[in-house]
């Protein structure tokens, strides 16, 4: 079975702009969750979406969004770039939402690097 | 809210030397506690996870067992390999997704 694969692998942005990362989850797999990974502030939690809703979101400003399709598939979009979102920036699946079983395993992708210049 | 607190790296050893990377959690309820592995230039690798009181995580010679009492889930490995060099994270998952400790980078030497 294949793993959790996001695009673009590498990105390379200027301040201002808005940027869109993709996250195919594993297959069968229902809950998409992104986080943001930077050398300061370690792994921080941003958004989770099951069955295409939003059902958890942490404390990061409105520029970040995210959305997820009906076959699971899930983006997340920066707007306004700012060169404090220069990070590593995971996806992760799970067969069903850790809010609903905490005990549910994360499986997370390679990852998408945003340099914002 | 819900933390994890894992001793801060990095931690050199030769090869063959015994590992332990110490996690503390604080938590409401009944986390479910994780090892994450992430190697150079990739995502995270779950390594082992433990689900109650006293389970026993393993995988790949990695052990870890979760110690309500102490709220701890300490990592070991009786003998480590070059092969291991990589940063390793303690995580936990109660009713809200993953939070997870800042990481430990390990470096093994031959």
């Known amino acids: 079975k294949a793993g959790v694969t996001q695009t673009p692998r590498y990105l390379i942005k200027t301040r201002g702009q808005q940027v869109t990362l993709s996250c195919s989850p594993i297959s069968g797999h229902r809950s998409v969750s992104w986080y943001q990974q930077t050398p300061g502030q370690g792994l921080q939690f941003l958004f989770e979406y099951f069955s295409e809703t939003q059902r958890n979101k942490g404390n990061f400003p409105g520029r970040f969004s995210g959305r997820q399709f009906s076959n699971s598939r899930s983006e997340m979009n920066v707007s306004t770039l700012e060169l404090g979102d220069s990070a590593l920036y995971l996806c992760?699946?799970?067969?069903?939402?850790?809010?609903?079983?905490?005990?549910?395993?994360?499986?997370f992708g390679p990852g998408t690097r945003l340099l914002v210049l | 809210g819900d933390s994890v607190t894992q001793m801060e790296g990095p931690v050199t050893l030769s090869e063959e030397a015994f590992l332990t990377i110490n996690c503390t959690y604080t938590a409401t309820g009944y986390p479910s506690l994780f090892w994450y592995v992430q190697y150079p230039g990739e995502g995270l690798q779950l390594l082992l996870k433990?689900?109650?009181?006293?389970d026993k995580g393993s995988n790949k010679g990695f052990e870890a067992t979760y110690r309500k009492e102490t709220t701890s889930f300490h990592l070991e490995k009786g003998s480590v390999q070059v092969s291991d060099s990589a940063v390793y994270f303690c995580?936990?998952?109660?009713?809200?997704?993953?939070?997870f400790g800042k990481g430990t980078r390990l470096s093994v030497i031959a």
């Open positions: 995580a936990l998952s109660a009713s809200t997704p993953l939070v």
């Open positions: 433990a689900t109650k009181a006293d």
């Open positions: 992760a699946s799970s067969l069903v939402s850790p809010g609903l079983a905490g005990q549910e395993t994360q499986y």
